[in-house]
């Protein structure tokens, strides 16, 4: 079974500025893996897929890259609407089945 | 635009088996080209991938939770849905449901559903 490990578990950061989350697969998995953003109350929006595409709607200051086991999702001038919690997720294409890594929670500095 | 609603009970005792449904709108189910799965989210915690299906009736479980949990799915109704037997506390948590798009990911998702397990 691949697990995903993220971290931090908690970044802070002030609006405007870089954040920097990172994604670690525990064996390779290509480039099949997305990132989502979850805001409280609410469920899970897809942002990025396969590694370092952006989903329809999402806006260009997100941005992925990375393939194999170590992935990072960037947001290069955190928004209001930013702050959130986002989780990496690895897909298998051959079996499909989903593992999401814990999270990392990005919150105003 | 595609839609999914979760339904069912929001409260299940412990050792009986939580029932969801999924109800897939403004697109079919039969289509070839998606699964739909189950994700789970206790209180205050991170996303637990269930399991999948397709609309063949093809399923993908959760290693550690496969003794426990039947997807199942219903093309007349456009629906598919959840079984999760012997429930206890742990069980507690927002289920999703949601369209897996292959090599993209999970999207749309359902609203989510509260089931809470206690006597």
Excluded at chain 2, 31 to 46: A, T
Excluded at chain 2, 56 to 85: A, E, H, M
Aim: charged share 10%.
């Amino acid at each position: 079974e691949i697990v995903m490990t993220q971290s931090p578990a908690t970044l802070s950061v002030s609006p405007g500025e870089r954040a920097t989350l990172s994604c670690r697969a525990s064996q390779s998995v290509s480039s099949n893996l997305a990132w989502y953003q979850q805001k409280p109350g609410q469920a899970p929006r897809l942002l990025i897929y396969g590694a370092s595409t952006r989903a329809t709607g999402i806006p260009a200051r997100f941005s992925g890259s990375g393939s194999g086991t170590e992935f990072t999702l960037t947001i290069s001038s955190l928004q209001s609407e930013d702050f959130a919690v986002y989780y990496c997720q690895q897909y298998n294409n051959w079996h499909p089945t989903w593992t999401f890594g814990q999270g990392t929670k990005v919150e105003i500095k | 635009q595609l839609q999914l609603q979760e339904s069912g009970p929001g409260l299940v005792k412990p050792s009986e088996t939580l029932s969801l449904t999924c109800t897939v709108s403004g697109g079919s189910i039969s289509s070839s080209s998606y699964y739909w799965g189950w994700i789970r989210q206790p209180p205050g915690k991170g996303l637990e991938w269930i399991g999948s299906i397709y609309y063949s009736g093809s399923t993908y479980y959760n290693p550690s939770l496969k003794s426990r949990v039947t997807i199942s799915v219903d093309t007349s109704k456009n629906q598919f849905s959840l079984k999760l037997s012997s429930v206890t506390a742990a069980d507690t948590a927002v289920y999703y449901c949601a369209r897996l798009i292959a090599a993209v990911g999970l999207d749309p998702w359902g609203q989510g559903t509260l089931v809470t397990v206690s006597s």
